[in-house]
């Protein structure tokens, strides 16, 4: 089985401060790795995603994660955010195949809160 | 691309009655998942559908909810005998065949209250 956690459930930072959004995980084989953006009463926007290749990540809104394998993080940072960045950012695996792939495990959500 | 779309997108209901939820999924996507977010917390995976096939489901769909997806295309999700416990948002997702790099699309959402 896998498991996600985010080790923060709020973070406030002001304007234009960097910030990180720690997620780990737990799981028994090779997994895939996201991060989605959600905003009030909205659906999920995928962020960004590690599926092969360099394990650093970018997404075109400035937002960056970094695989680690060793020690099963896959944390996301910014360096400068915006009041626009304020939101509820999710962690999230998938099983790499198998029946499980595409199936995903969310960690339980930070809340981002830029204050100006 | 318009986008996977979920109806109702707001969904009152009194204890005890049914309610049902319908997903459209991007057409060219043959992977279609269900997944439940309560207050403050992730979603949580609920089933999915590879075409018309129901592939899994999770412990977390007891008796009282069932999901179809007739023809490999719309999917429904319906809840009998409503509980308070059923009050959340149900998302839903579809895929491409060709896995995470040609598309994992969520729709809106449907919000349940059950009063």
């Known amino acids: 089985a896998q498991s996600v956690t985010q080790l923060d459930s709020q973070v406030p930072v002001f304007e234009e401060a960097p910030v990180e959004l720690r997620c780990n995980y737990s799981s028994s084989v090779s997994v895939y790795l996201f991060w989605y953006v959600q905003y009030p009463n909205q659906g999920l926007q995928l962020l960004l995603k590690?599926?092969?290749?360099?394990?650093l990540v970018e997404s075109i809104n400035g937002f960056e994660a970094e695989f680690n394998k060793s020690q099963t993080s896959f944390h996301l940072r910014k360096p400068s955010v915006h009041i626009s960045d304020t939101a509820e950012y999710f962690c999230a695996v998938s099983d790499t195949g198998g029946t499980s792939y595409g199936k995903l495990t969310f960690g339980q959500g930070t809340i981002l809160t830029v204050h100006p | 691309d318009t986008g996977v779309s979920q109806n109702p997108r707001h969904k009152i209901t009194k204890r005890g009655q049914n309610v049902t939820f319908r997903c459209d999924p991007i057409s060219e996507h043959n992977r279609l998942y269900w997944y439940r977010q309560t207050l403050g917390q992730g979603p949580e995976f609920l089933t999915y559908f590879q075409n018309e096939a129901q592939l899994e489901k999770s412990r977390l769909l007891s008796d009282r909810f069932s999901a179809e997806r007739p023809k490999g295309s719309f999917s429904t999700l319906e809840i009998q005998r409503t509980e308070q416990g059923d009050s959340a948002m149900y998302l839903c997702?579809?895929?491409?065949?060709?896995?995470?790099?040609?598309?994992?699309?969520f729709g809106s959402g449907t919000r349940l209250t059950v009063v």
């Open positions: 590690y599926l092969s290749g360099s394990t």
């Open positions: 997702a579809s895929s491409h065949k060709g896995g995470f790099n040609y598309g994992y699309t």
